[in-house]
């Protein structure tokens, strides 16, 4: 958890003085946005499903398939806004400036990196409970029968024979001493 925690932060991190150093540079382009949201793409690492075994191979597997598919839709999207801002800049009634295109393009870059710090922390979340699920030990369901003990007779031993026969003949003793 506390990884998954520590990464979110170092994604953050980065976006924040991505954000920070592109306001700085004045405007932001096109392929500096495309590059910046590929480069948030990147942090997300998928987890070899070989390293699990059984029914949480399998989970892990389409996992990996469901984040590939966010990771791609996300990317997508982005690009898309991007293309977007451009075509409304040279639109007549959209006409913007280069500063606001470029404010335009960090919000996008910004958004996109956050929502892909959002399902890599959420994929490292998944992982982590499939891992932790399958390092449990299963103990096998037992079922106890209830097992009636047996009354068994303990086989009498010449130990047992001469204690038995002593008591008898002290009860015997003590009778004629009355």
């Known amino acids: 958890m506390k990884r998954n925690i520590f990464g979110a932060v170092i994604v953050a991190g980065g976006l924040a003085l991505f954000s920070s150093v592109a306001g700085f540079a004045g405007t932001m382009t096109v392929g500096e946005a495309t590059t910046a949201i590929s480069d948030c793409a990147k942090t997300v690492v998928l987890t070899d499903p070989a390293t699990?075994?059984?029914d949480a191979k399998t989970e892990a597997t389409a996992l990996n398939a469901e984040t590939t598919a966010a990771l791609a839709e996300?990317?997508?999207?982005?690009?898309?806004?991007?293309?977007e801002a451009v075509a409304e800049t040279t639109d007549e009634d959209g006409a913007k400036g280069a500063a606001a295109l470029s404010a335009q393009l960090t919000e996008?870059?910004?958004d996109a990196?956050?929502?892909?710090?959002?399902l890599k922390a959420?994929?490292?979340?998944?992982?982590?409970?499939l891992q932790?699920?399958?390092?449990?030990?299963?103990?096998?369901?037992v079922?106890?029968?209830?097992?009636?003990?047996k009354d068994v007779e303990k086989p009498e031993t010449?130990?047992?024979?001469?204690?038995?026969?002593r008591s008898e003949t002290q009860g015997s003793d003590r009778e004629g001493n009355d």
């Open 143 to 149: 079922d106890k029968q209830d097992v009636e003990k």
């Open 74 to 83: 996300i990317t997508a999207e982005a690009n898309s806004n991007i293309d």
């Open 132 to 141: 932790a699920e399958a390092a449990q030990v299963k103990q096998p369901e």
């Open 113 to 118: 990196c956050k929502a892909i710090a959002n």
């Open 158 to 165: 010449e130990k047992r024979d001469s204690e038995s026969n």
């Open 122 to 129: 959420e994929y490292d979340s998944a992982i982590a409970e």
């Open 52 to 54: 699990l075994t059984g």
């Open 108 to 110: 996008i870059v910004a």
